[in-house]
Nanobody
């Protein structure tokens, strides 16, 4: 079992920056990929970025050049977000993949205002 706890969400003005952090606990040795998804109101959940245990990253086109993901440790992943715009408003969910399961955090709200 893996537990994920997100932190760092909140309200920010357009053009601003935030950093999200996700801390994993439990069977962290079994985690391969960690990443972030987001779900805006009325829309499907979508991938934002993920990083595997070797540091290889996948970044969604919508945030490429503005967001950076990195594994701070085996159990912590961070998402640095710059030049935020109103379209980035969503609930952001931390995600962890093991060989046979997908785990989700409870989510953290990010609201970008003009």
């Amino acid at each position: 079992q893996v537990q994920l706890v997100e932190s760092g969400g909140g309200l920010v003005l357009a053009g601003g920056s935030l950093t999200l952090s996700c801390a994993a606990s439990g069977s962290i040795h079994s985690i391969n990929n960690m990443g972030w998804y987001r779900q805006a109101l009325g829309k499907d959940r979508e991938l934002v970025a993920n990083v595997d245990r070797y540091g290889k990253t996948v970044i969604a086109d919508a945030v490429k050049g503005r967001f950076t993901i990195f594994r701070q440790s085996r159990s912590t992943v961070k998402l640095q977000m710059h030049s935020l715009n109103v379209e980035d408003t969503a609930v952001y969910f931390c995600n962890a993949l093991t060989v046979d399961r997908t785990y989700w955090g409870h989510g953290t709200q990010i609201t970008v205002s003009l």
